[in-house]
Nanobody, 128 residues
Framework: QVQLVESGGGLVQAGGSLRLSCAAS????????MGWFRQAPGKEREFVAAINWSGGRTYYADSVKGRFTISRDNAKNTVNLQMNSLKPEDTAVYYC?????????????????????WGQGTQVTVSS
């Protein structure tokens, strides 16, 4: 069992920055790939970024590449998403997720359905 709690969302002007954090429970956190997803009103949940168990591999959606950075601290059971140069189209509820079916996987999936634990989400609103 893994419980995930996101924090750090809020309202920011275009061009600004936010840092999202996800706190995970469970001793096995360091074994799992982690991802950030987002869902805007009326749209499907979409992949934003992912990181493998060691932090040695990271993946980004094209829409956020070069602006967002995912990182993790296995000693603190946290995964973070640093978001810079925010745009109004980044407005969404952001979710942290864990993929626990394949411990120590080198490659992390981008697919929503393959993540089996989810946080409750945190709202990010970017004003123009």
């Amino acid at each position: 069992q893994v419980q995930l709690v996101e924090s750090g969302g809020g309202l920011v002007q275009a061009g600004g920055s936010l840092r999202l954090s996800c706190a995970a429970s469970g001793r096995r956190f360091s074994r799992y790939g982690m991802g950030w997803f987002r869902q805007a009103p009326g749209k499907e949940r979409e992949f934003v970024a992912a990181i493998n168990w060691s932090g040695g591999r990271t993946y980004y959606a094209d829409s956020v590449k070069g602006r967002f950075t995912i990182s993790r601290d296995n000693a603190k059971n946290t995964v973070n998403l640093q978001m810079n140069s925010l745009k109004p189209e980044d407005t969404a509820v952001y979710y942290c997720a864990a993929e626990t079916r394949v411990p120590y996987a080198v490659v992390v999936t981008h697919t929503v359905a393959e993540y089996d634990y989810w946080g409750q989400g945190t709202q990010v609103t970017v004003s123009s």
